[in-house]
């Protein structure tokens, strides 16, 4: 194991709502990845930032900017049914807006939850270098929800907030089967995702390739970020294994796959003949992958794919604006 000196830089270059032990592992393993055993890593950097037009901390924040803990999203869109209008004339809004990374699981947990209960909502897409879209909040990570100027942060605080607009007489208990599969998202399944994606080199240039050419990065950005973010995702996964005591990549997903099917106990939905929270934010993490060979991987070797296309179709076409 080489030993890696810290750059101040890489710690600040990006966050995703949820992610912040990921993005610390992020730093350990770029700069491993940029080094050899003949190489100091600020002679590699400074050699590429020279190659790119670049200086060197830009270029630093540049890759370590890629360094999301997040999947490519399928761009397949899925014909509109049963779609749910919010369910509360008490829940008014003018504009909804929804600061996100395009492939950062947290952003589409949001999305899903706005998608099914047909809420319209503009997107900004956050330069994770610069995140000057969100200059203007104390918050620094994504999902950021403003509702008509009100800021909304987290993906799961947002999701109960907008919840409980929609549904004021009703409430989820805290000791119930919906909050305890809700926390079962954020506390293991998206510990699975990143080594999956990541799993070789194939598959972290596969998801990089949609991450580059989907985000807000510039061309340089975008140049670097492909082959130097995922090489040094692939080596983060590995940690990442380590650290969740994964000893199969593709064994954990399946099992958690496996686990999220046996908990439907032969209903439609968690929720029964409807989904609720814990349906919303399953598919929500597992949309971004659904399409990478992992997901594909998941759906023939599981039996989740039966519920995975029920949800996609429940679900529907996006609520987005277009603008």
């Not at 805290?174 to 954020?186: I, P, Y």
């Not at 919303?280 to 039996?303: C, N, Q, W």
């Given at each position: 194991m080489r030993r890696a000196n810290g750059l101040p830089t890489l710690g600040r270059a990006l966050s995703c709502g949820g992610a912040s032990t990921e993005q610390r592992l992020v730093q350990a393993a770029l700069i491993s990845t940029c080094s050899s055993s003949s190489s100091n890593s600020h002679i590699f950097s400074q050699k590429l930032a020279d190659l790119l037009g670049l200086s060197r901390p830009s270029l630093e924040r540049g890759v370590a900017g890629t360094m999301l803990f997040s999947v490519a999203a399928s761009s397949l869109a899925q014909d509109a049914h049963a779609k749910e209008p919010p369910r509360s004339k008490k829940f008014l809004y003018n504009e909804v807006v929804l600061y996100q990374y395009e492939a950062c699981p947290f952003c589409n947990k949001v999305k899903a939850f706005l998608d099914y209960n047909n809420i319209p909502y503009k997107i900004v897409e956050v330069n994770p270098i610069s995140k000057k879209e969100i200059k203007w909040s104390d918050y620094k990570k994504v999902p950021i929800l403003k509702v008509d100027g009100e800021q909304m942060v987290d993906s799961s605080d947002i999701i109960d907030k907008l919840?409980?607009?929609?549904?004021?007489?009703?409430?989820?208990?805290?000791?119930?089967?919906?909050?305890?599969?809700?926390?079962?998202?954020?506390?293991?399944?998206?510990?699975?995702?990143?080594?999956?994606?990541?799993r070789t080199t194939s598959e972290a240039l596969e998801s990089f390739d949609y991450i580059t050419t989907h985000g807000n990065f510039s061309f340089t950005e975008r140049l670097v970020a492909k082959y130097a973010g995922a090489a040094a995702m692939y080596f983060v996964s590995k940690k990442l294994k380590k650290k969740y005591n994964i000893t199969d990549e593709r064994a954990a997903l399946y099992e958690a796959a496996e686990t999220w099917v046996d908990a439907l106990k032969d209903r439609h939905y968690l929720g029964g003949s409807k989904p609720?929270?814990?349906?919303?934010?399953?598919?929500?993490?597992?949309?971004?992958?659904?399409?990478?060979?992992?997901?594909?991987?998941?759906?023939?070797?599981?039996?989740i794919g039966e519920w995975y296309t029920r949800m996609e179709n429940t679900v529907g076409e996006s609520a987005r604006i277009k603008e």
């Open positions: 919840f409980h607009r929609i549904n004021p007489d009703s409430s989820i208990p805290d000791d119930g089967e919906e909050k305890k599969w809700c926390q079962w998202v954020d506390n293991h399944l998206v510990h699975v995702l990143s080594p999956n994606i990541y609720n929270l814990a349906d919303l934010a399953v598919f929500g993490v597992l949309r971004p992958i659904r399409y990478l060979k992992s997901g594909k991987d998941m759906v023939e070797h599981t039996r």
